[in-house]
């Protein structure tokens, strides 16, 4: 299978897994809470979407004057629409959570001008 749609093929498997895990409610956990861990985990899940999203994509290149912001647009959206769907389902809304997928979806543009 070639890399274009194993990447496509992720990053739908890793969006259903992602959307299920962060509507569910928060099961109270014995462990003590780690500060900005919640946002790492966000930074990470939407850098990881948008990589795969733009190795699907071909990547951004300035040198081909392409610069597709479609998906990355698509992705912030996703985030905004998640973190108002968590209302809805009792845990917090945290505009510190869109933040942090934003600039995971920055860090997923800047090193594809490099990497891809």
């Known amino acids: 299978m070639e890399k274009r749609k194993i990447s496509l093929i992720?990053?739908?498997?890793l969006l259903v897994t992602l959307?299920?895990?962060?509507?569910?409610?928060?099961?109270?956990?014995?462990?003590?809470?780690?500060?900005?861990l919640d946002k790492v985990e966000h930074f990470s899940a939407f850098f990881i979407l948008t990589s795969l999203l733009?190795?699907?994509?071909?990547?951004?290149?300035?040198k081909?004057?392409?610069?597709?912001?479609?998906f990355p647009s698509m992705l912030?959206?996703?985030?905004?629409?998640?973190?108002?769907?968590?209302?809805l389902t009792g845990r917090s809304i945290e505009v510190s959570d869109v933040i942090a997928d934003v600039i995971g979806i920055a860090f997923g543009c800047i090193l594809s001008l490099f990497f891809l």
């Open 10 to 13: 992720a990053f739908f498997v």
């Open 19 to 36: 959307t299920v895990f962060m509507l569910i409610p928060s099961p109270p956990t014995v462990f003590p809470k780690i500060r900005f």
């Open 54 to 62: 733009l190795v699907y994509s071909g990547g951004i290149s300035l």
């Open 64 to 70: 081909k004057r392409r610069f597709n912001l479609i």
């Open 76 to 87: 912030i959206c996703y985030g905004i629409l998640i973190e108002f769907l968590q209302g």
